[in-house]
């Protein structure tokens, strides 16, 4: 059988690691796709020349021709501009859209049957443009958020209560944003929620409470250190959980940017919940039961990506 053929649009920070992890986990061959003349060229080769010593069996490809990405099992979208610091992901608005619709159009074009996996930033906005401009079926078109915000939340936990991060499991909801709502009745060291270890005394809720706030200012965290750009090394592990969980359909419980149309009384909408991931792409939505606060919190966090949604209506008129 023929390996998978995984295409990456965007071959910057997140691109390149995304390149090296797929090859390395053998998912299958990469096309690296960029404007940037060279880049994706010199990533690919680069990366390929690591395959000796790695002993990986896979084919790496650069280019600037959306050709090259036909028939793509998966597609993972980078393209476009990383914030600086001092800069929200809503400041990429307007220059990430038109990114999008030259993205969304050659996706289209010539991998109409891929798994597409969004990253740019803002992304429950990007995530909806970028799967208007292909029109490619929702189920299918897919953002990723919630496994990075539930990774970083993950590692300050693990952290905090001195134990393997492999015995923590988290949940974060809604927008990737300022928004975001981790929740900590859903997250829990070997089974025990939150709430319940707090009781225990084995943390305090004002430790909790900063960890949640650490977790929603985590992007910004890196941005302020890296002064250049924004994460990427935990960015592409996150989306290439996703491709895993598609490619070899592991239907893996994951929180992703996903279309709601219906479920949490969402009425067409991507936002931040938990999906289960298999060969169909999006194959499930997890309704949880929130309670009255979380409620607030997820509504205040959809209000948020509403105004994106809306605003891009506002740049480009094919949209409204
Ligand atoms: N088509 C293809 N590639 C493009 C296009 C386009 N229209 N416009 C820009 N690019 C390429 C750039 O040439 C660059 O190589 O996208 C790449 C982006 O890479 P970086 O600037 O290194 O950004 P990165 O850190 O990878 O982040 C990409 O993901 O997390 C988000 O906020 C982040 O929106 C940003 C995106």
């Not at 610091?85 to 619709?101: E, F, Q, T, W, Y």
């Not at 891929?114 to 401009?133: G, H, K, Q, S, Y």
């Not at 969980?245 to 239907?251: I, N, W």
């Not at 792409?281 to 607030?296: F, L, N, S």
Request: charged share 20%; with cysteine; net charge negative.
């Amino acid at each position: 059988m023929a390996r998978p053929k995984i295409a990456l649009i965007g071959a910057g920070q997140i691109g390149g690691t995304l390149a090296h992890l797929a090859a390395l986990k053998e998912l299958g061959d990469v096309v690296l796709f960029d404007i940037a003349e060279g880049t994706p060229e010199g990533k690919a080769l680069d990366i390929a020349e690591s395959g000796p010593s790695e002993g990986f069996d896979a084919n790496l490809k650069g280019t600037q021709d959306y050709a090259d990405i036909a028939g793509a099992d998966v597609c993972i979208v980078t393209a476009g501009v990383p914030r600086k610091p001092g800069m929200s992901r809503d400041d990429l608005l307007g220059i990430n859209l038109k990114v999008m619709k030259s993205v969304g159009e050659g996706i289209r074009d010539n991998a109409p049957d891929a798994f597409v996996i969004c990253i740019t930033n803002p992304l429950d906005a990007m995530v909806w443009a970028l799967r208007e401009f292909s029109g490619m079926p929702h189920e299918k078109v897919v953002g990723m958020a919630g496994v990075l915000d539930s990774a970083r939340f993950r590692h300050f936990l693990s952290l905090e209560f001195g134990v393997s991060m492999k015995d923590v499991s988290a949940f974060v909801l809604g927008g990737h944003g300022d928004t975001m709502v981790p929740l900590t009745r859903y997250s829990t060291v070997a089974g025990v929620p939150l709430p319940d270890l707090v009781k225990m005394g084995w943390t305090t809720q004002d430790k909790l409470d900063a960890i949640v706030q650490r977790t929603r200012d985590g992007g910004a965290e890196i941005v302020g250190l890296l002064k250049t750009g924004s994460a990427f090394y935990a960015p592409a592990t996150s989306a290439i959980e996703m491709a895993e969980a598609y490619l070899k359909d592991q239907k893996r419980v994951l929180p992703c940017a996903a279309w709601c149309d219906g479920q949490f009384g969402l009425k067409g909408l991507y936002v931040g919940v938990p999906t289960v991931i298999g060969a169909g792409g999006i194959e499930r939505i997890v309704e949880i039961q929130m309670t009255k606060d979380e409620q607030a919190m997820f509504d205040n966090s959809v209000n948020a990506v509403k105004g994106l949604v809306d605003a891009c209506k506002g740049i480009d008129d094919s949209l409204s």
